[in-house]
């Protein structure tokens, strides 16, 4: 299996964190970024989108890092990573959904906009209310549970952790979020954690 990588991507690091943390070895192909090969066949071809992480495994192709944690925890990862029952599938799927939405919109535009001067027409005041809120919802339910969902590590904390970690590169302080910060440090004890 090949990823297609960015490794100053806090989404292609999702995919690389949770390749750690379940074992599965992937192929790493670096994309010239910069020089605008994610603009060009294959890679244009695999994703019309022309983003990045993109995922080939044969005649499979998966893109988007939330579709991608699916497809490689389904295929490889096992039950620990992403269960057969639908109501436990659900319960993961909203940590999904909230990485590509809250967090997206908060603390990975915040990175974009300081770390690498994207212009996207943010109002900064306005994105940092939003990350606080993102932040705020994260420690209010780690206060009371050790994982995000079912009790246990799954591709939720693969989904989550890596904008979070990456938050204070956006100008996004962790401070005040003792939770929060709890559960960084719990996930990073487990075997197989990469670092970004």
């Known amino acids: 299996m090949n990823l297609h990588d960015l490794r100053s991507s806090g989404s292609c690091y999702k995919i690389r964190l949770f390749a750690g943390l379940a074992g599965i070895d992937l192929k790493i192909i670096p994309v010239d970024f910069a020089g605008g090969a994610h603009r060009r066949p294959p890679l244009s071809d695999y994703n019309p989108w022309c983003e990045l992480p993109v995922l080939s495994n044969g005649p499979d192709i998966a893109r988007d890092a939330q579709a991608i944690l699916v497809y490689l925890a389904g295929r490889e990862g096992g039950l620990a990573w992403w269960p057969a029952h639908a109501e436990g599938q659900a319960e993961v799927m909203q940590w999904l959904s909230f990485?590509?939405?809250?967090?997206?919109?908060?603390?990975?535009?915040?990175?974009l906009a300081l770390k690498f001067s994207v212009d996207l027409d943010l109002d900064r005041a306005a994105t940092l209310a939003r990350s606080a809120r993102t932040l705020a919802l994260l420690e209010q339910h780690l206060a009371r549970h050790d994982w995000l969902a079912l009790g246990r590590p799954t591709i939720a904390e693969c989904a989550v952790y890596p904008c979070v970690h990456l938050a204070p590169e956006g100008g996004i302080s962790l401070e005040g979020h003792p939770q929060l910060v709890a559960w960084m440090a719990r996930l990073r004890q487990l075997p197989g954690f990469v670092g970004p």
């Open 99 to 111: 990485a590509c939405h809250e967090i997206q919109h908060s603390l990975c535009a915040a990175r």
